[in-house]
């Protein structure tokens, strides 16, 4: 098994993002983060399929792959020989058969998806929660954001969101002031055939009384629920003491990303990740320019971004890949736009080649996370595969 000790504060930054140390301060705080992604696979395939630390959900299937995880998997690339995951057999599962066996006597807490496609799946958390607060924190202090008292507007009960806010605010001792939110009523409502806005109303409500306190520094929320609020407060996000609004979740336009960042944000940073509950954070980037910290200088000659915002999930952890919608084993050139496919590789939760709901353009690597990503993220024109239904979350 593998513990992280959770590190002691951090010295902040008083400027802006710091291409040169954020990947190393990630690196620091999570020494996994130094594995090559062939040996965290082998690692992660003895986990979870040796008779000792595997969950009952993989080590039942183990004898109908066609293939012994623990002899013929030896490469992330050889992960393709699982196919395409089907996220029914995490809605049909026994919770307690997705506790990996490693983890016996640990506490371990549910997570449940928002329901944007379906019933909502099942997935249990021990280690990863922290994982994910020790990079999303390293980023943080990078930017000179660790440390402040918290607005969340975001999901509660069941949902992973709220409960990495928390986790994201003990790590340095911070207060969290958050609402009820239940996202999927605003689902139910919309599939109904209503438009959900009175529920939407409640959520600004409790959010706007929260920051007229002007106690906080840190605004947690979806991109939705941001554009919803740009529209109903009177005064700027600043003046209310908010330094940074963290999103994740659903997708934004160009024109929406334009409004937000032109006439609501001005100078509050806008720090926003793609993924969702099974495949986690995909951290943000800057787009690149001449100076600065966004400059590409120590590219590698591998060439310049122009897609804006890029999105990078952190190996070898899991891989988010831009596959040819034709072929999910095929990988679509840099700029190009295809079916966004993921492999989850923790210790709580694997997931081989889950073909998401979105598409996105692939994205070379960044100076600030040196592997490829993804950009203009939108949902997939082809629903015959998935019913989507993104509402504010």
């Excluded at 291409?19 to 301060?25: C, G, N, Q, V």
């Excluded at 959010?207 to 740009?230: H, I, P, V």
């Excluded at 596959?323 to 190009?336: E, H, I």
Aim: aromatic residues 8%; proline residues 7%.
């Amino acid at each position: 098994m593998i513990t992280t000790d959770r590190p002691g504060p951090r010295p902040q930054s008083a400027y802006g993002p710091a291409p040169e140390s954020m990947y190393e301060l990630m690196r620091e705080a999570l020494p996994q983060l130094n594995l090559g992604l062939d040996e965290w696979t082998n690692r992660m395939m003895r986990w979870h399929f040796a008779d000792d630390t595997g969950s009952p959900f993989w080590l039942s299937q183990r004898p109908t792959l066609g293939f012994d995880p623990l002899r013929d998997i030896e490469t992330f690339a050889d992960l393709r020989r699982f196919g395409t995951f089907d996220v029914n057999r995490l809605r049909q599962a026994p919770v307690r058969d997705l506790v990996p066996r490693g983890f016996a006597g640990r506490p371990f807490r549910v997570f449940e998806t928002g329901g944007t496609t379906g019933a909502p799946c099942r997935i249990v958390n021990v280690t990863r929660l922290g994982n994910d607060v020790l990079m999303y924190s390293a980023m943080l202090s990078s930017r000179g954001l660790a440390g402040l008292d918290i607005v969340a507007m975001t999901p509660s009960g069941p949902h992973a969101y709220g409960h990495f806010v928390e986790g994201l605010a003990d790590s340095w001792g911070g207060a969290v002031c958050a609402i009820d939110f239940d996202p999927r009523w605003v689902k139910h409502e919309l599939r109904s055939g209503r438009d959900g806005e009175s529920y939407l109303a409640h959520l600004l409500s409790q959010t706007m009384n929260l920051l007229e306190r002007r106690e906080a520094g840190l605004l947690f929320t979806t991109t939705r629920l941001l554009l919803a609020l740009a529209a109903e407060l009177d005064d700027p996000l600043a003046d209310f003491g908010i330094r940074a609004v963290c999103t994740g979740g659903t997708s934004v336009t160009a024109e929406e990303d334009r409004l937000l960042r032109t006439e609501f944000l001005g100078d509050v940073q806008w720090i926003d990740t793609y993924g969702n509950t099974l495949v986690g954070h995909a951290l943000p980037t800057e787009p690149l320019t001449e100076g600065g910290c966004g400059t590409n200088r120590g590219r590698n000659n591998h060439g310049r971004n122009n897609h804006g915002r890029t999105y990078h999930l952190a190996p070898p952890f899991g891989e988010i890949r831009v596959a040819d919608t034709a072929d999910w084993t095929g990988t679509v050139d840099y700029g190009q736009r295809g079916r966004v496919v993921t492999t989850t590789l923790l210790e709580d939760l694997f997931i081989p080649n889950l073909i998401e709901r979105d598409s996105a353009v692939r994205a070379r690597p960044h100076p600030w996370f040196p592997w490829d990503g993804v950009a203009q993220v939108a949902p997939a024109d082809d629903t015959s595969l998935l019913a989507v239904t993104e509402g504010v979350y």
